[in-house]
């Protein structure tokens, strides 16, 4: 998802009607399910629901089961006080987990994001700006979510670490069998990472499809705009632009 401000992500989800934007370019549309929806109700509407997916569209459930966030500013989100273990440990802590079993855990999600074990009892102030986001998306897996959103996660890196950071988040969407939302307003960093893009502007979509597709053949005067006070050319592109 591409977005030049906080504002029109807000506005994306104050409006929280999201069923109406074509997703795949071909009539499928994506539903958003808030965690509080009445459970009953969802089972009144099943056929309806059934209907839906047998379209080919996707519905998201927003339980933090299902979703988990990595933010801009780790440092932010992580307890200064706290040592790394205990930072990625805390979401098991209050699922359930022993201590015990939640550090064992821990070992496991660093090997995970390609750190050592020899993080485990460090702080976050000893940890680089990368080292700390790595942090942050071992946390987020401690969960096993179906979607991870990561939100602007590579705007402090320097390019290098930008782009082993989303190398990290390709290899793991694929072996953890999830989805990623990736809210970016820098176009450099989403060819060959992103499947789908939206750009958005006021809290509008203003397109939305095949990454390939929009790029080469942008239909939005803004998605044209964006293109050209960027770096981006199609030459960034992994694959051929589509047809």
């Known amino acids: 998802m591409l977005y030049p401000n906080a504002y029109s992500r807000k506005l994306l989800i104050d409006q929280y009607d999201l069923a109406s934007y074509d997703l795949l370019g071909a009539g499928h549309k994506f539903l958003i399910v808030d965690e509080f929806v009445d459970q009953e109700l969802m089972l009144e509407q099943k056929a309806r629901i059934e209907a839906f997916l047998n379209q080919g569209n996707i519905l998201v459930f927003c339980g933090h089961l299902f979703i988990q966030l990595i933010f801009q500013n780790p440092d932010r989100s992580m ?39 020899d993080y485990m009892d460090r702080s976050p102030a000893e940890c680089s700006g990368g ?16 979607l991870l959103v990561a939100d602007e996660i590579t705007s402090a890196l320097d390019p290098s670490t930008e782009e082993e950071i989303l190398e990290l988040l390709s290899t793991l ?13 820098r176009i450099e960093t989403i060819s060959g990472f992103a499947d789908q893009v939206a750009v958005m502007k006021d ?20 998605t ?20």
């Open 173 to 185: 969407q694929r072996s953890e069998g999830m989805s990623i939302l990736y809210i970016t307003h």
């Open 79 to 117: 307890n200064p006080y706290w040592r790394v273990k205990e930072n990625i440990a805390e979401p098991m802590r209050l699922s359930g987990y022993s201590k015990k079993q939640a550090y064992a855990e821990v070992e496991k999600l660093l090997a995970k994001v390609k750190l050592s074990t």
């Open 203 to 222: 809290g509008a979509i203003q397109e939305i499809g095949n990454t390939n597709a929009v790029f080469a053949n942008p239909k939005s005067d803004y």
């Open 131 to 146: 080292q700390k986001q790595r942090i942050a998306i071992a946390r987020a897996l401690s969960m096993s979510p179906q």
């Open 224 to 243: 044209r705009a964006l293109l050209k006070a960027s770096s981006y050319s199609l030459t960034d592109l992994s694959l051929e632009p589509a047809k």
